[in-house]
């Protein structure tokens, strides 16, 4: 710690290196530049005076001090505006190293978003070709079912059409069958009728019907 009671960049607070894994590797942002004026500053200020020869004057020890002192006042300003320099510069790193994190924190989680987005339309894709898959099954099914009821519906109109005809068929033959009837008695009678009359007729003439 200097004189003006503010710690020295090398004894800064360190932080973890970002993106190392391993905690106990640190780095400091302080540039290489004001690391080295600093330490020139400190030696500066450390530094002894330098002796005079046997010829210089011998001066009060008071008028040395004050000397020393209006030495070391340079050193030290340096000193200070070197260590505020160097504390921007921390400061500005903490700020990136945190900005970092947000940023990565945020693609992370826009990472997930976009992850679940991505399952969640698969999700909607399967269930609704699963949903389609479902609705043409019960299509083709009730197309099977109208198809197998047209099909009973006309065996069953085909049977009744076959007993229809059936029935017709028989009501004609027999329509028939009693007309013919009635047409062979009504010519056996016209047959008989004849055969009497010409009997008749050929024994009035004196003739045998059974001669002729």
Not at 15 to 29: F, R
Not at 119 to 140: F, N, V
Request: aromatic share 2%; proline share 4%; charged share 35%.
């Amino acid at each position: 710690m200097s004189q003006a009671g503010q710690l020295m960049p090398w004894q800064l607070p360190q932080q973890p290196a970002p993106g190392n894994k391993d905690s106990s590797l640190c780095v400091v942002a302080v540039d290489p530049v004001c690391l080295v004026r600093v330490q020139q500053a400190e030696q500066k200020a450390n530094m002894p005076a330098k002796k005079k020869t046997k010829k210089a004057t011998k001066k009060k020890p008071g008028k040395i001090e004050n000397e020393l002192e209006e030495q070391r006042r340079p050193s030290l300003l340096d000193v200070v505006v070197l260590q505020d320099h160097v504390a921007l510069q921390r400061e500005s790193l903490i700020r990136v190293q945190a900005d970092r994190s947000d940023l990565r924190r945020c693609l992370r989680n826009m990472e997930q978003k976009l992850q679940h987005e991505i399952q969640d339309r698969r999700d909607i894709s399967s269930a609704l070709c699963q949903e389609e898959l479902r609705k043409e099954k019960r299509e083709r099914e009730e197309l099977e079912e109208e198809k197998d009821a047209a099909i009973c519906d006309l065996q069953l109109k085909l049977d009744n059409m076959e007993t229809d005809y059936e029935k017709i068929l028989h009501e004609t033959l027999d329509s028939l069958t009693s007309q013919l009837s009635v047409a062979r008695q009504g010519w056996e009678d016209r047959s008989t009728s004849l055969h009497e009359n010409y009997k008749q007729a050929l024994s009035e003439f004196g003739l045998n019907a059974l001669d002729v």
